[in-house]
Structure formats: C-alpha cells, structure tokens
C-alpha cells in the first residue's frame, strides 16, 4: 500500500531530507506529518471512503500531501490539469464529483469564475498566495488512522487529454501503482540516496507517478513550480540530481540555453523521455548536453505511467540508429502484444496491429464510464490502447501512430507519423502534422501540414521531393499546406481531429 510507503521511510530516515521546493525543505518524519494532518483536516471535513478532492494548481508539495493523505483515508485526489479552459475545468470537476477544491494563487479568479456551477464543491482551499489557507487546513492534530484499502482501491485519479471527446478519469490504485513504482524504480536503477527532480505537471503521471517512485525507492525530491529550462540545468547541477523526466519539448528548450553544456551533471544516472515523439534533431542536441545518460519511455495515464523503455545502450554511440525512433522493450512486470484490431488476433512479428498492454500497472477503470472501461480493458485483463505499432525481430517496439489517425488511402494503410519523422528532420520545418485528406480517387490521402521554423520559408516542391527520397511513394504527402501554428490541446498535443475538420466539411471519414 503506498500508506506503508511513507511509514517505513518515516521510520527508517526520519531526520533524512525527502522533499525540496524553493527554498523550503522537509525531512521523511516531517512530511508524514504534514500527511498526517491533511488526513485528519479531509476527515475532520466529513470526507469518507470513496469521496473526491482536487487539486487546481501549479506544482506544489500540498498537491502530493493530498495524494499520500487520500490513500491514508481513503479518498481520491484529482488533480487538474491547469491549461484547461475554464469550462474544461468545470467539467472535470463536477464530472469528479469533488467535494473540496485546492487552489493555487495563478488560478483563484477562475474558480471565483466558476464557483456558481460547481454544486459538489463544499469548500475551496487557497494553497499559497496572500489568501492561503493551507495552512491553516492542516492545523490540526495529526490522524494516525489508515483506512483499511484495498489494494484495488483509487487514490489518484487523473483525466486523460481527451484529444478525441471529454476527458475520462483513469482510477489509479494503490496496486497499480505500487507495481509501476517498482517495476521503474528497478529499472531506472534507483537508490535511496538518489535525488529526483520532479519537474513535469503533478496532473501527468510523469509528475505524479515519477513523485511516487521517489517515495517507493525513499529518494529525496526536488520539486519545481514550473520548468524553466535555465534554472532546471541549474538545479541538476547544485542539487546532484540522479533522475528526472522531462518531455521533448523542454529538453529543447533546455538545449539551446547559452553554455547548457557548461554544467556539471556528473551525479545524473538517468534521463528519461516520453509523453511525446522525440525528433531525431531535437533528441541528437540533447545528447551532447546529456550524454549517456537518456532514456526513453512509452506508456499511458491508464497504466500509471510507463510500459516499454529504450535504455542508454541503445542510445550510445554505435547503436543501431533505428532503435532510436523505436519505443524500447516492455519493461519488467509488463506483457505487450500486437493484435489485430478487427479481430484481437495476435500479428506476426514485422506487421501493425493495435498495441495491447497487460500489467499489474493497470487502472481499475474510467470513473463512471463502465462502458469505456469494458471497452479499454478486455475480461482477459489485456488493455487496448487504441495505438499502431509493431515489432521487430529483435523485440523492439515502434508505435507507429493511433489507430484512429492512420490514413487508408487506395486500400494501403499509412501512418502519419512514419512521414512526420522524415518532415521533422527538413531544416526549414519547425513544426507538422500529417493527416488524410479527401481524394477521388484513392479515398483519402496524406497532407503534410507545416510551420516554418524560424528564419526559413517553406518550398512545398522542396519539401515533396524531400519525402520521396526516404519514403515508398503510396506514403508521401500528395500536398502540403503552410500554417502559422497547429492547435494542441491542453498538453501539447497536435489536435489532429481539429486539422482534418478543415478538409473534411460535408464527407465522413472512415476509420478502423
């Protein structure tokens, strides 16, 4: 249970620093009571087993006080993701049916917005700012009681992006999460006297789930508000930091900062990546920044985070290159099979299919959504994860694209994002998305749409020929289209279903 997580290194390394924010440091002994007292204060509010909380918030220690507290209680904590708009945040929270709110200073107008449309919502916290009241919530004496749970019971409930209809709230359970804390923490190598940096948004498992392997291993944390890359290269150096994760998108921010190789990052074991393909220019500027050290992961919200890695063997100099733009191997404690969609046969080795997922790992289910749930996770405990990809011979993975985005032009299956790699390597490209669009002919076929990168212009010609040198020509993109920017939803990914609403006005595009 995670509750005997924090008990045992309370007891082991009491006086041993766990937790670093800003300038404010706690010991193991000092943050079991601070999670004693947001106990005792959510019972003390009426909250039973079963009930929600949230958490609205830039990153904070209360927001994983909360999380450790509702696992002693036996409640849930949401945390919700802050670039949603304000009706997004609606729908979640009342969709949760939290019945008390913590809120960080950036975000109190919104909720004084909302207030009115949130009927669940008995009471709001202020978390931080001229108006907190955290504080004040965990004045009281510290609860020593542990709900007895199940290990099946959810304590983190977090929403998926929802880049295809509402967000659904994956229940993450003491089970499945104590499993991805081990199952990482042995393959990360971790140790209880590594330093974690947690920098990524506590509402995404690559917050949350890295915090909570840092407490499975009893690691110290070094948590940011916000990551900005300059002061992030700082802190792996003074804070000789072992571990983090950090998404493709800041490590190339982080890259291109004036003197980012200058740094000392000789205490850094291990580098992860995910949530997000990694441009092959992007990950080989990192790796003069970072050298040995990276390592990829691939997973989801709905099995607490990771499931296949591409360790830094593959990753040194003199791997086969292709690895690169694989997703590794499944990781220990997890089975991965490719099936056919249509059928659920399992495919030959070499051919796509829909990657399938079976793990301790897994969530319980989509928070009053039986049907989604039924529908994700077969009797059979396997989870369909609604993405492409295949294997290799050596047992290398390569997520190909989602099933719902591949493009069935002529009968031929294509997968955009086996043509974004290749765009994403021409100078003059500094953004793309790949989508079919309508044709007469062959039903439908790829369009390349594109931002230039800084200081070039797109030739569409150029950037055609291009792809015909390193693609079979049924693959190329038959157009492209110039844009100022793509839309993303509220974690950054390219909102492809928005893109092909622009060519698909009046005609139904068929999909698997």
């Given amino acids: 249970m995670i509750t005997a997580l924090l008990s045992r290194w309370a007891s082991e390394r009491a006086e041993r620093e766990a937790l670093r924010y800003g300038d404010s440091r706690w010991s193991w002994a000092e943050l079991a009571d601070r999670v004693a007292r947001a106990a005792a204060a959510q019972r003390a509010a009426g909250l039973r087993p079963g009930a929600r909380v949230a958490v609205l918030d830039f990153n904070h220690p209360s927001c994983l006080e909360t999380t450790l507290a509702c696992a002693q209680v036996g409640t849930a904590n949401v945390v919700v993701n802050f670039r949603l708009t304000p009706s997004e945040v609606e729908y979640v929270?009342?969709?949760?049916?939290?019945?008390?709110?913590?809120?960080?200073p950036e975000f109190a107008s919104t909720v004084e917005q909302l207030r009115d449309k949130l009927p669940k919502v008995r009471r709001v916290i202020h978390v931080g700012g001229d108006e907190d009241s955290y504080e004040s919530w965990l004045d009281v004496e510290p609860d020593q009681e542990v709900h007895p749970a199940d290990p099946d019971d959810c304590f983190l409930q977090l929403y998926t992006s929802g880049t295809t209809?509402?967000?659904?709230?994956?229940?993450l359970t003491h089970r499945a999460m104590v499993a991805h804390s081990a199952n990482v923490s042995a393959t990360i190598g971790a140790q209880p006297d590594d330093a974690f940096m947690v920098a990524m948004p506590l509402f995404h498992v690559g917050g949350s789930s890295y915090a909570l392997c840092a407490l499975y291993t009893g690691a110290r944390m070094v948590m940011v508000r916000t990551p900005e890359p300059a002061t992030l290269l700082r802190l792996l150096e003074s804070e000789r930091i072992t571990h983090s994760f950090f998404v493709p998108a800041l490590l190339a921010l982080m890259a291109k900062v004036p003197d980012a190789t200058k740094h000392d990052y000789s205490a850094l074991k291990v580098l992860c990546y995910g949530a997000s393909p990694m441009p092959l220019p992007v990950l080989r500027a990192s790796m003069k920044v970072f050298p040995n050290v990276f390592m990829q992961v691939y997973g989801m919200t709905e099995a607490c985070g990771v499931v296949t890695v591409l360790g830094p063997e593959d990753h040194a100099e003199g791997a086969p290159e292709q690895r690169l733009i694989s997703a590794g191997q499944p990781m220990d404690g997890v089975s991965i099979e490719v099936r056919e969609p249509a059928t659920g046969e399992p495919v030959p080795t070499g051919q796509q299919g829909e990657v399938?997922?079976?793990?301790e790992q897994l969530m319980s289910g989509y928070w009053n959504r039986p049907e989604a749930t039924a529908s994700a996770i077969g009797e059979d405990g396997w989870y369909h994860?609604?993405?492409?990809?295949?294997?290799?011979?050596?047992?290398?993975?390569?997520?190909?694209d989602r099933i719902k985005d591949m493009i069935i032009s002529g009968g031929e299956n294509i997968y955009p994002a086996e043509i974004?790699?290749?765009?994403?390597?021409?100078?003059?490209?500094?953004?793309l998305t790949v989508v079919g669009v309508p044709d007469d002919k062959w039903g439908e076929v790829p369009k390349a749409v594109v931002v230039a990168a800084e200081g070039h212009t797109v030739d569409e010609a150029e950037l055609l020929a291009y792809c015909r040198e390193h693609l079979a020509s049924y693959k190329c993109p038959k157009s492209v289209d110039v844009v100022d920017e793509l839309p993303r939803n509220p974690t950054g990914k390219i909102l492809k279903k928005d893109v092909r609403a622009r060519y698909w006005?009046?005609?139904?595009?068929q999909t698997v």
């Fill in 93 to 104: 929270l009342n969709d949760s049916e939290a019945e008390v709110l913590f809120v960080g």
């Fill in 165 to 171: 209809g509402f967000p659904k709230g994956a229940m």
């Fill in 356 to 359: 399938w997922v079976r793990t």
């Fill in 385 to 400: 994860s609604g993405d492409a990809g295949h294997f290799d011979t050596d047992g290398y993975l390569y997520i190909t």
């Fill in 420 to 431: 974004e790699r290749v765009l994403a390597e021409h100078p003059s490209v500094g953004d």
């Fill in 505 to 509: 006005g009046g005609r139904e595009r």
